[in-house]
């Protein structure tokens, strides 16, 4: 692990960081986000193939017209999710020996954070499926719209948060720095 010393991407203002070259920072950058790209490619894999299953079960016969279209949506979401996810591979694959690690990193990281937001909807019309079959109540939809809030709060508005405490606290107003938004940064 690299000793805090003075950050030299940007105005140093008194604030310890990395001490790192543009293509240090972007190998650093793509190899913690390939760890957080394992984690939600599992998961978005593995739901999209149990998606694929569920129209083969003798079950899905009796859903009705909006359940059935709900289905296809969540089918379509979770295919562009595992799209997005995925697609990291083949930006390297193409970019790859071309000195575009920075830009690479930047474009894997838009298409990651584009596959989480579509993972989520996909969770979400999954859930909303599945309540609606198992209980028939009207009442699917609140719950998974609860959900779907409990995930725009975990994944979006605390991160969101706490960036802006850091950025408060420390005064970081440096060009780049990371802010909602800012997908480049970090």
């Not at 203002?13 to 240090?24: W, Y």
């Not at 899905?60 to 289905?71: M, N, P, S, V």
Request: with cysteine; charged share 15%; proline share 4%.
């Amino acid at each position: 692990m690299t000793a805090p010393t003075t950050d030299t991407t940007g105005p140093t203002n008194g604030r310890v960081g990395r001490q790192e070259s543009a293509e240090e920072r972007a190998d650093r950058r793509w190899s913690e986000m390939l760890q957080e790209v394992r984690v939600a490619q599992t998961g978005s894999q593995v739901l999209f193939g149990f998606l694929l299953s569920v129209v083969f079960m003798p079950r899905f016969a009796e859903l009705d017209g909006f359940e059935r279209w709900l289905y296809v949506v969540t089918v379509v979401l979770g295919a562009l999710a595992t799209g997005a996810l995925t697609a990291p591979v083949s930006y390297h694959r193409l970019l790859a020996g071309r000195r575009l690690k920075p830009q690479l990193v930047d474009g894997a990281a838009r298409l990651v954070s584009l596959g989480l937001v579509l993972l989520a909807l996909t969770i979400g019309s999954a859930l909303l499926l599945l309540l609606r079959v198992a209980t028939g109540a009207t009442w699917a939809a609140w719950i998974a719209g609860g959900v779907m809030a409990w995930f725009a709060a975990c994944w979006l508005v605390l991160p969101v948060l706490q960036i802006r405490r850091h950025a408060n606290h420390h005064g970081d107003q440096r060009p780049g720095a990371q802010r909602p938004g800012n997908f480049g940064g970090g």
